[in-house]
């Protein structure tokens, strides 16, 4: 079991800047596969950022790639989403999630464990 515990939330003006945290615990860390998802209110969780055992190959969203940056710190057992030049359609519920393997995925139902979330709102 893998416990994952977001923080960093908040409400933030467009352009402005915010950093997720993820804090694990539980079974070894460092060989989770980790990834960030997000849902906004009325539609689908989808996938935001994801990051390798090692932080060596991380994956973006299309709607985020070169505003946001995913990094892991596997002596800290945390993983972080650092956010930048937010945009109003970037209000949402972000949440952490890892996988029981190594394996490289940015499909939602392949992760195995996710945490409560943290909230995100940008003001325009």
């Known amino acids: 079991q893998v416990q994952l515990v977001e923080s960093g939330g908040g409400l933030v003006q467009a352009g402005g800047s915010l950093r997720l945290s993820c804090a694990a615990s539980?079974?070894?860390?460092?060989?989770?596969?980790m990834g960030w998802f997000r849902q906004a209110p009325g539609k689908e969780r989808e996938f935001v950022a994801a990051i390798s055992w090692s932080g060596g190959a991380t994956f973006y969203a299309d709607s985020v790639k070169g505003r946001f940056t995913i990094s892991r710190d596997n002596a800290k057992n945390t993983v972080y989403l650092q956010m930048n030049s937010l945009k109003p359609p970037d209000t949402a519920d972000y949440y952490c999630?890892?996988?029981?393997?190594?394996?490289?995925?940015?499909?939602?139902?392949?992760?195995?464990?996710w945490g409560q979330g943290t909230q995100v709102t940008v003001s325009s």
């Open positions: 999630a890892a996988r029981g393997t190594i394996t490289a995925t940015t499909v939602l139902s392949a992760y195995d464990y």
């Open positions: 539980g079974r070894t860390f460092n060989r989770n596969f």
